[in-house]
């Protein structure tokens, strides 16, 4: 919903509230524009400091979106393994056509996929696909 009201009103700074702020949501919303985020945990105080430094022309991170972040890596954070089989997890290849291409063996991959899930916060493969997408290691890139 954020990219087509976005488009239409380009000069809108975004808050993001939510009671869920996972590293990929935020991610994913940063991407759209947003301009700061806010827990619905928060309390009263922190929502409304955060559209006072919207307002005023800055960003805003809640705490807890602060932290979801710090606990996004970057691709320079990864290792060479993980950073190729990302890359292979962009281009829609299985867990064993990966080994094959990597020259790895199918349970390195499988312990390198469960070593990059839990790096990238991410739930599933199709979350991983995701990441490698927004850090730009989709095929074509």
């Not at 990929?24 to 991407?31: G, N, S």
């Not at 094959?100 to 599933?124: D, F, H, P, Q």
Request: proline letters at 5%.
């Amino acid at each position: 919903m954020l990219v087509p009201l976005g488009w239409q009103l380009p000069a809108t700074k975004w808050l993001l509230y939510s009671g869920y702020l996972s590293p990929r949501l935020l991610l994913d919303a940063l991407v759209v524009g947003i301009n700061g985020a806010v827990s619905k945990r928060a309390d009263e105080a922190t929502l409304i400091a955060g559209v006072e430094q919207l307002l005023a022309g800055r960003s805003f991170f809640c705490p807890v979106a602060s932290q979801a972040l710090r606990r996004t890596p970057v691709v320079e954070g990864l290792t060479p393994t993980e950073r190729h089989l990302l890359e292979q997890i962009a281009a829609g290849k299985e867990a064993k056509a990966s080994a094959a291409a990597l020259g790895l063996s199918y349970k390195t991959v499988l312990n390198t996929m469960i070593s990059l899930r839990r790096k990238t916060g991410a739930e599933s493969m199709v979350d991983l696909a995701e990441f490698a997408r927004l850090q730009g290691l989709a095929p074509g890139r």
